[in-house]
């Protein structure tokens, strides 16, 4: 059964504290992204992955962090600089970056929230 | 960098009307794609549309591009009570890095 995965659905996090969010895919995919989604809004790129070992900044980049050890997973650790975390996270993959026929596939999401 | 603007922001009809939505965006693109989010779930991709093509076709989607005026538009025809989502639209510039940048949706709630 392919597909992106993460975990998990509901997070709540205490001020000061890293968390980490868990996203794995099973689809064989080059490109991983990770976006934040406010209420009501769009989608905003965190950071993006085009093969294993390399990530980039995306637009909001601060207080954000991820690794690409494996191709499967792109964990994001929001860390305690990050200062309005609640939202929700979304993991997407896609087969590689730029292609004519290239879509993504997302996650069900993570909702971090800040007690 | 937000590239697609969809409209409108919110948009209610009545089951078995058709449901249009349109995206405007900046910069030359790839391709554009349409995907549609139930509230609180991930998105689930609809329908992709190239730069060199005008209309697309996916059962009851009809989404059409104009790169001249740099718009597209979704219609969902006979919309059904399930077709309650929100809607983006993602340009993709084809550069890492700029494949899948989204606007801000357009709710649609479809009324029984």
């Known amino acids: 059964d392919g597909g992106i995965t993460q975990s998990p659905k509901y997070l709540f996090r205490k001020e000061g504290q890293n968390v980490t969010l868990s996203c794995e895919q099973n689809?064989?995919?080059?490109?991983m992204y990770w976006y934040r989604q406010d209420p009501g809004q769009g989608l905003r790129l965190i950071y993006y992955?085009?093969?294993?070992?390399?990530?980039q900044k995306g637009d909001i980049a601060e207080g954000y962090s991820v690794s690409r050890e494996k191709k499967e997973s792109f964990p994001l650790t929001v860390t305690s600089a990050q200062k309005n975390p609640t939202a929700f996270y979304l993991c997407a993959s896609s087969i590689g970056a730029g292609g004519p026929n290239t879509e993504a596939f997302f996650g069900q999401g993570t909702r971090l929230t800040v007690v | 960098s937000q590239q697609g603007e969809e409209d409108p922001q919110a948009l209610s009809i009545q089951e078995g009307e058709n449901a249009t939505m349109n995206c405007s965006y900046k910069?030359?693109?790839?391709?554009l794609q349409w995907y549609r989010q139930n509230s609180g779930r991930g998105l689930v991709h609809l329908i992709l549309i190239r730069s060199n093509e005008r209309e697309k076709h996916s059962g009851r989607l009809r989404v059409t591009l104009d790169t001249s005026k740099k718009s597209s538009s979704l219609l969902i025809t006979a919309s059904r009570a399930a077709d309650t989502a929100s809607y983006f639209c993602?340009?993709?510039?084809?550069?890492?890095?700029?494949?899948?940048?989204f606007g801000p949706g357009t709710r649609l709630s479809v009324l029984p």
């Open positions: 992955s085009q093969i294993v070992n390399d990530f």
């Open positions: 689809l064989n995919h080059d490109a």
């Open positions: 993602a340009t993709d510039k084809g550069n890492y890095g700029q494949n899948f940048v």
């Open positions: 910069t030359s693109i790839n391709n």
